[in-house]
């Protein structure tokens, strides 16, 4: 992100803090919520508007339109969370999480809120949609399953990695012959590189392979099984980039990007671990960028 003034990096410390919250201690955050009463359960999300009072009222743009939205959208996907977990105590996936899956996605991928935001710290409408889903999904639905955890583990790289190497040779050979990716050399120093993956580890791929695999994916399996749900949230992956670096359908990015998910997908799946494929993922986009 640009523009990183100390108001917006405080804004940015208030957006990471639930993200961490979760992915360090899922279960003690989740009973710490369900022992609020309904009504704290389902309200508490409107506090995530600080972020946009912070950095509008600093950049002299706030509207009350934008503050209304970022007040009663988490609070409305608690609510409807709420309904689910009643209504699918089972958990094979509602309307209602539907509705939100696609609200989100359709949120950030359309960007239709980022006109809220200075340019250049737009990143903070995802980072606060993200909270809202997981405030929503893990300590409201208590979705099981998920795998969203920030405790790294052996078996996270080793699967990781193991689809990294799976993928990166046929979809190079496949890129090249599209004339969708073109060898270039762009290395910087270690520590810059180590730096530019944990970045696209942190703040592109963890939101991704939440929304597509600890969320999509793992709703549908209960619904259409594992082979189906993994051609499903690969589908919808690849179709989420129809519009990246492109003003038209860019239907070689999205071809490329479905095939990816299905290596992101394996790994998520085979412990259900969002780490896993987070790390197939970031890995992925840190090659494309230092040398195609």
Known sequence: MQNLTPIAIAALGLELAPAVAFGCATERVTRAVGRWPVAVRVSFPALLVAPYMMVS?????????????????????????LRAAAADAEQRGNWRDALILLVLGLAVDLRWFDHAWPAGLRALNELLLVDAGLYGFLAIRQLSGTGFDFHLKWSDWKTGLREL???TPPVIVLGLALGFIHPHSNLPGIGSALLRWVGIFFFTAVPEELFFR??????????VGRRAALAIASILFGLSHFNKRSAHFNWRYVLLATIAGIF??????????VPASTITHASVDWIWGLWF
Do not use: D
Request: glycine share 2%; hydrophobic share 60%.
């Open 214 to 223: 600890a969320w999509v994916q793992n709703l549908l399996e209960r619904r």
């Open 264 to 273: 992101y997908g394996r790994a998520w799946r085979e412990r259900r671990r």
């Open 165 to 167: 190497a799976l993928f």
């Open 57 to 81: 009222l600093s950049q002299h743009m706030f509207r009350w339109a934008w503050f209304a939205l970022y007040a009663l959208l988490p609070v409305t996907i608690a609510w409807l969370l």
